[in-house]
């Protein structure tokens, strides 16, 4: 167990994640980190949302890693987590909902007064709270820090924040070391405000779910212009690396089982698949889902579709039925309702190629695998991820996504040749393809060395304990001898 030098409790950190798989997924594989050097680590949540890392907790259990999930109920209604929602109009509800936590929060707090809290950069309440029970705080991003560093960038811009400049107009992002052409549109991201500003700035610093050594320049101008430690320690989702961890993170409802996706990737030659999906939030309209069904059949590469509808299924289900999709593609294609094992799926050797939304974990876990991309954003960081993974790191193929489709929004972006050609493009045997696929998988090895021992994202998660232990080491009343 880690303690400070003259305390004889084990460090504790409380980790506060934001409800939602973006969110929750990767706050908790820090848990499982922090965990595993010796910490103590309580992750604050709902009931629902424990009851989908049961199988985390209970390995956890078994194996003497001391993680444990302290739920409340804040929630009325039987929705707990965003990607439960199922209309537009409940999403700013939900958020309000969700900083219902702070009470129960500040009750365990105060009962447990433990060493520090790491809390979701959504939860802005939690920098007065810290102050008012004298807690250290860091703030948790699962976000690149090219976004991070862009989205300081462009704060400064003439016309400030994205509601006072012309939305599609395009602009080169300046003061960075790469030409980068975005518009106001896609620099929406949603959560830039002056509220998490302001919470920010009274944070003990920042934990990134990013590796450094691959945006070595970017995690470089976030921490000069917010002028505070920062500790990128990712990716953290490679702390999965068995396969019970793998398929079981997260886990909610499916059809088809890890088992029917497993024998399909086994039945596939090797990075011959192509990975489609777009996350855990975005529902492909129904207009666009035929686009995509048709375009990734053209191409007549293997592939496992996610197919992730919300008030739309009917419309989806009776065109995949009526053109007999499925039939058609059962040699050759899987299509999945609902939750995947995503780092299973692309850790799997058949995987070659992913087509992704850019959130900013399937983007990273992709980088960890060493799969190439085909990007295709719809909003928040999404566009910046994208342009990070064509424009700076040279492994993905833009798709053409230009516009910003929120949700599960009935619009129709991208056709079914644009589809074909940019998977063609990943998966074929042209020089600039070979070069993509070598530099994914130099990338892959650069950020698994960086979750080794000595490299760069462990160190900077000792460091981060190293500075828990000082700050409360500080905090203890000197001895009279
Ligand atoms: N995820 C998964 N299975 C799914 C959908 C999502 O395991 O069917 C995981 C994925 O691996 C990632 C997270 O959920 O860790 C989604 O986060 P991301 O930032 O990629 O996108 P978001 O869902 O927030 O748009």
């Excluded at 919470?199 to 590796?211: E, I, K, L, R, Y």
């Excluded at 992913?354 to 960890?368: A, K």
Aim: aromatic share 8%; glycine share 6%.
């Amino acid at each position: 167990m880690i303690k400070s030098s003259d305390d004889p409790r084990p460090l504790h950190f409380v980790l506060v994640p934001f409800m939602a798989p973006g969110h929750m997924n990767p706050m908790v594989d820090l848990g499982k980190l922090l965990a595993c050097r010796g910490v103590y680590v309580t992750i604050i949540t709902t009931p629902q949302n424990s009851q989908r890392f049961k199988s985390t907790a209970d390995r956890a259990h078994q194996t003497g890693l001391p993680l444990k999930f302290h739920s409340v109920e804040i929630f009325p209604e039987n929705c707990e987590n965003l990607d439960s929602v199922v209309s537009l109009e409940a999403i700013s509800k939900f958020f309000e909902m969700a900083n219902l936590l702070e009470e129960p929060l500040k009750i365990y707090l105060k009962e447990s007064s433990p060493s520090c809290i790491v809390s979701d950069f959504i939860f802005s309440w939690s920098s007065k709270l810290a102050m008012e029970l004298e807690l250290p705080r860091f703030v948790f991003y699962s976000m690149s820090c090219f976004t991070l560093a862009c989205v300081e960038t462009l704060k400064e811009r003439e016309g400030g924040r994205e509601s006072e400049i012309d939305l599609k107009k395009s602009f080169i992002v300046p003061e960075i070391p790469h030409e980068i052409e975005l518009n106001g549109e896609q620099t929406y991201v949603f959560v830039n405000s002056s509220e998490i500003d302001e919470a920010n700035s009274t944070a003990d610093g920042f934990v990134v779910n990013s590796c450094m050594d691959i945006e070595t320049e970017y995690e470089e101008i976030y921490r000069t212009k917010k002028g505070r430690s920062i500790w990128t320690i990712g990716p953290v989702a490679l702390c999965n690396t068995d396969m019970t961890d793998k398929s079981n993170r997260g886990l909610t409802s499916s059809s088809t089982s890890n088992a029917t996706i497993l024998s399909f990737l086994e039945s596939m030659d090797p990075k011959s698949v192509v990975y489609v999906s777009f996350g855990s939030l975005s529902g492909t309209s129904a207009t666009q889902m035929k686009e995509l069904c048709l375009g990734l059949m053209d191409t007549g590469h293997p592939f496992v579709l996610v197919v992730r509808s919300k008030n739309n299924s009917m419309e989806i289900e009776s065109w995949l039925e009526n053109t007999q999709f499925e039939e058609r593609n059962k040699k050759n294609g899987l299509v999945v309702r609902g939750w995947v094992p995503q780092v299973m799926i692309l850790t799997h050797p058949s995987t070659g190629g992913f087509v992704t939304h850019c959130g900013w974990n399937s983007t990273l876990e992709g980088i960890s695998a060493g799969v190439p991309m085909v990007t295709w954003p719809g909003f928040a960081d999404q566009f910046l991820n994208e342009r990070l993974v064509v424009d700076v790191l040279k492994t993905g193929v833009a798709v053409g996504a230009k516009e910003r489709v929120l949700f599960w929004e009935e619009v129709l972006s991208v056709k079914r040749a644009k589809i074909s050609m940019a998977i063609g493009e990943l998966m074929g045997g042209e020089e600039e393809a070979v070069k993509r696929r070598k530099r994914a998988s130099e990338l892959s090895e650069i950020v698994n060395k960086a979750m080794d021992v000595g490299g760069s994202s462990v160190n900077n998660l000792n460091a981060l304990i190293q500075q828990v232990t000082s700050i409360v080491d500080k905090k203890k009343p000197k001895s009279k001898s």
